[in-house]
């Protein structure tokens, strides 16, 4: 009786599902000021003495683009990897949090403050922007590499708790935890921007005051996990250290480049148009300030169920690669209704909204589990963190392209000299990402026929 009741930690099922809930809250948080100034577009391009920023859509695209550029252009992101597979996730996950912390905080005083001298030129590009713009954006940038080191260290620890149990389950709720993050943001930015008299920077600060707590709920996982490693000391095999030159044995593999391209050109499809949905809100389906986030929150509240859903679908029946191609079409059919001009009813935006959900649930459901199939688990952190490298490129480019468009191709002037915008263009560009994602899906699929990865049988071991 005794020795039940003494059940180790790294055997017991509620341990790491409490681990789970407590990364996951982690997640929420930072996502939560991932998005926190989508819903604020329309209030960023208001004059400033109307109370708004001054800024123009492709100064929010290139503040937008910023999540990625030191991901991409510095290779933060790969080295974070390498620091994960050679540190552990304890270590790897507090760093990430304190750069998050630090790009927020710069994030957030470069919003609330006012400039005597508003611009400047950007060497080498000879480029003016307004110093504001590109603060801010800098410190976007530096919260980038810790929220995507932050995310790799989370897929880790769930593949380290959970392997041979619950993982695509588990990954999904992980995942759906994040996406409630998304639909605060979404929701909630616009309510507390209008109570502090259109204040842009009040959001910033609650949600930098909500990471100070997510990570102290980290640190309470730092805890149990350095307790569950002392635990499976004695018991676990050796595992062959990490070594630079695995990175090529990573980027050899045929599966590893179909996911990581099917990962950028989805997420692509996805991810920028939350930056700019509220904006469509507004501009096409005529939905007010107030409200224009409200429609595309429901795309992550969504997924809080079927994201788990699909998961443990994939758990216990397989068919990996069939959820992804099933999800990538779904990301087509929603675009492209998106872009015919005359569907502009609210109902018809809230309806492609639920569609778009369940595809946004359906791909990384049976994306990220996939990936340690392909996989060994000591080289996993470097190729999460390839795979993430590999995505910044589209969450830095695409928000960017979409502001350009907008600005040069799709600006409507009034007579009464306001601003609104056709979507149609941006729409089709997300479209034909999602093409380009059906194609990518197949591929993979067939790469699984061939290398027997398993994509498409059950996680859970019998």
């Given at each position: 009786?005794?020795d039940?009741?003494?059940?180790k ?9 409490f ?18 100034m989508?819903?604020l ?11 708004g920023?001054g800024w ?5 695209g290139?503040?937008t683009?910023a ?7 510095l290779?933060?992101?790969i ?13 790897t996950g507090?760093?990430a ?10 994030k957030?005083?470069a919003?609330?403050t ?7 030129i ?6 003016e ?14 919260f980038g ?9 989370v ?13 695509a389950?588990?990954m ?15 929701g ?6 209008n109570a502090?008299?259109?204040s842009i ?8 005051l909500?990471?100070?707590?997510g ?16 635990e499976?000391q004695?018991e676990?095999?050796?595992e ?15 599966g ?9 050109l989805?997420?692509s ?5 939350l ?6 809100m507004?501009?096409?389906f ?5 409200m224009s ?11 809080l169920?079927?994201?788990?859903f ?10 990996g ?6 999800g990538?079409c779904l990301?087509?059919?929603?675009h ?12 018809i ?37 390839l795979?993430?490298w590999?995505?910044?490129w ?8 979409i502001g350009?468009?907008l600005d040069k ?5 009034g007579p009464?000299g306001t ?5 149609t263009?941006?729409?089709?560009i997300?479209a ?5 994602s059906?194609?990518v899906?197949?591929?993979l699929k ?7 990865f ?9």
């Amino acid at each position: 009786m005794t020795d039940k009741i003494r059940t180790k930690l790294s055997e017991s099922k509620s341990a790491r599902w409490f681990v789970l809930a407590l990364v996951s809250f982690t997640m929420l948080c930072g996502y939560f000021l991932t998005d926190v100034m989508a819903p604020l577009k329309s209030l960023l391009e208001l004059p400033i003495e109307a109370g708004g920023l001054g800024w123009s859509s492709s100064d929010y695209g290139f503040f937008t683009s910023a999540y990625g550029w030191f991901n991409v252009f510095l290779l933060m992101l790969i080295f974070g990897g390498m620091i994960l597979d050679k540190m552990g996730v304890r270590f790897t996950g507090v760093m990430a949090l304190f750069i998050m912390v630090a790009g927020i905080a710069m994030k957030y005083w470069a919003i609330s403050t006012s400039y005597d001298d508003p611009t400047l030129i950007i060497p080498f590009i000879d480029k003016e922007i307004g110093r504001q713009v590109l603060y801010a954006s800098i410190g976007y940038a530096i919260f980038g590499v810790g929220i995507e080191i932050a995310g790799i260290t989370v897929s880790k620890i769930i593949v380290k708790w959970f392997k041979g149990k619950e993982l695509a389950l588990a990954m999904g709720l992980e995942m759906a935890s994040a996406r409630i993050g998304t639909a605060l943001a979404m929701g909630i930015t616009p309510l507390i921007a209008n109570a502090f008299n259109k204040s842009i920077s009040m959001p910033i600060l609650i949600g930098l005051l909500l990471l100070c707590v997510g990570f102290l709920s980290f640190l309470v996982f730092v805890v149990m996990d350095k307790r569950h490693d002392a635990e499976i000391q004695d018991e676990a095999e050796e595992e062959e250290p990490f070594r630079f030159r695995d990175i090529f044995d990573i980027i050899k593999l045929k599966g590893f480049w179909l996911i990581a391209i099917l990962c950028v050109l989805f997420y692509s499809a996805v991810f920028p148009f939350l930056k700019y949905a509220p904006d469509l809100m507004i501009n096409k389906f005529h939905v007010s300030e107030e409200m224009s986030g409200y429609i595309p929150s429901i795309l992550p509240m969504g997924t809080l169920f079927l994201t788990p859903f699909f998961g443990n679908l994939y758990d216990r029946k397989g068919k990996g690669a069939t959820i992804m191609i099933l999800g990538a079409c779904l990301i087509v059919f929603v675009h492209s209704m998106f872009a015919i001009p005359f569907l502009n009813n609210w109902m018809i935006a809230l309806a492609l909204t639920v569609v778009l959900g369940i595809a946004f649930s359906l791909v990384p459901s049976a994306m990220w589990p996939s990936v340690p199939k392909i996989i060994p688990e000591n080289k996993l952190g470097t190729a999460y963190a390839l795979i993430f490298w590999i995505q910044n490129w589209g969450l830095s480019g695409v928000p960017l392209l979409i502001g350009i468009v907008l600005d040069k191709y799709c600006k409507i002037e009034g007579p009464d000299g306001t601003i609104s915008y056709d979507y149609t263009y941006p729409m089709m560009i997300f479209a034909a990402l999602g093409v380009l994602s059906i194609i990518v899906a197949v591929m993979l699929k067939r790469e699984d026929a061939k290398k027997h990865f398993g994509l498409q049988l059950p996680n859970m071991k019998s």
